[in-house]
């Protein structure tokens, strides 16, 4: 790996993490409404998949959304500032959290409804192929949301229509308190791609470079007509679920292990260094970076102002038949 390539990929972690972070504390002060679901601890497959893409290619992401986002390119700015509630968020304010969309860098949209994305991704991956633009879609999707029955549809439909659609599922073992184990009786989620003649594979979503190679080699063989893949990234949420969890469904050894021998971002950091590709100064200095990067958007951010009335209710209400036709 290239050092510039290290660096980038160790900022965007960071970015993510950070970003996640101050949400946190924003939440825990009051000043955020809705709910929020950190990815803290998924920080590799957002930026593994992402990385695998092609600018104009397309996602759809989750409830669990701030990474894939941020990863994708999306602004930091636009994205807190429309998580507080300002005009100048990128739905002005109105979306929150759970609504994250920007076509400029292909983000389809995040969804707050389990498996929502399933059938988005494939019907935007049919429009690729209608509209020959050579764009492939990645479909996030949680551990919990391959039993919704949206999961099977698209699978059966994408595979038999050869649709440039990769499913990325983030088995981070738990749905909401759901234990996957609980949840399934097969031991990988990736088997059920045989089912409908696709691809799939299950892989360690804490190894970016990893996940990186994986997805490059499916979006290479959806370029190329080869259809549809299912790639299951095994990782773990270090947050509770969202806002309200007691956690009482896992233990504190297992959040514990996980944290010490298995975080994203001290892997790869620490197989940077240890390849030397990075030195320890400058994989501190990233950090420092970016805690400085993410200040200054929020002091631009919290002066900014909710939105007008007007605004809050234009495109939400339905007007007349007469004002809609006007
Ligand atoms: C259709 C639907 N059912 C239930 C919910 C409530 N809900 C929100 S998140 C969640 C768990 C999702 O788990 P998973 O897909 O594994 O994603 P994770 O939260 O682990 O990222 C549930 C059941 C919902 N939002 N939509
Ligand atoms: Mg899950």
């Given at each position: ?18 970003f ?9 002060e009051?000043?955020?409404?809705g ?20 600018a ?5 992401s ?5 990474g ?5 390119g ?6 807190l ?10 739905n002005q ?16 949209g ?8 399933f ?51 983030e ?8 234990d996957?184990k ?20 299950t ?10 190679a994986?997805?490059?080699?499916a ?23 969202s ?5 009482v469904?896992r ?17 790869f ?16 200095s990233i950090?420092?970076e970016?805690?400085?990067?993410l ?5 631009y ?17 339905a007007?007349r ?6």
């Amino acid at each position: 790996m290239r050092r510039e390539k290290a660096r980038y990929c160790l900022t965007q972690m960071w970015r993510i993490r950070l970003f996640e972070q101050k949400l946190q504390s924003l939440y825990q002060e009051g000043k955020i409404h809705g709910t929020i679901h950190s990815c803290v601890g998924q920080e590799a497959v957002a930026v593994g998949v992402t990385n695998a893409l092609h600018a104009r290619d397309l996602m759809t992401s989750t409830h669990r959304n701030h990474g894939h986002s941020i990863a994708k390119g999306m602004s930091t700015y636009g994205m807190l500032a429309e998580i507080l509630g300002k005009k100048t968020g990128l739905n002005q304010g109105k979306g929150g959290s759970m609504h994250l969309f920007d076509m400029e860098i292909g983000a389809l949209g995040s969804n707050g409804i389990v498996g929502g994305g399933f059938p988005i991704a494939t019907g935007a991956a049919l429009a690729s192929v209608m509209q020959k633009t050579g764009e492939v879609v990645v479909c996030f999707a949680g551990d919990g949301a391959v039993n919704q029955g949206s999961f099977h549809e698209a699978a059966n439909i994408a595979s038999i229509w050869h649709l440039p659609v990769i499913f990325v599922v983030e088995n981070n073992r738990y749905a909401m308190s759901s234990d996957i184990k609980k949840m399934v009786n097969i031991d990988k989620l990736s088997k059920r791609a045989e089912s409908y003649g696709m691809k799939g594979v299950t892989i360690d979503g804490n190894d970016l470079e990893l996940v990186e190679a994986t997805l490059k080699e499916a979006a290479d063989d959806a370029r190329k007509d080869l259809g549809p893949m299912l790639v299951e990234a095994m990782t773990y949420r270090q947050a509770g679920h969202s806002k309200s969890d007691e956690e009482v469904y896992r233990s504190k050894e297992e959040y514990e292990r996980w944290k010490r021998e298995n975080d994203p971002i001290i892997r790869f950091k620490q197989k940077m260094i240890d390849e030397g590709h990075l030195s320890i100064e400058e994989v501190k200095s990233i950090q420092e970076e970016q805690v400085l990067e993410l200040k200054t958007v929020f002091a631009y951010v919290k002066r900014d102002k909710a939105p007008s009335l007007d605004v809050l209710c234009a495109n939400v209400y339905a007007g007349r038949v007469g004002e809609l036709i006007d």
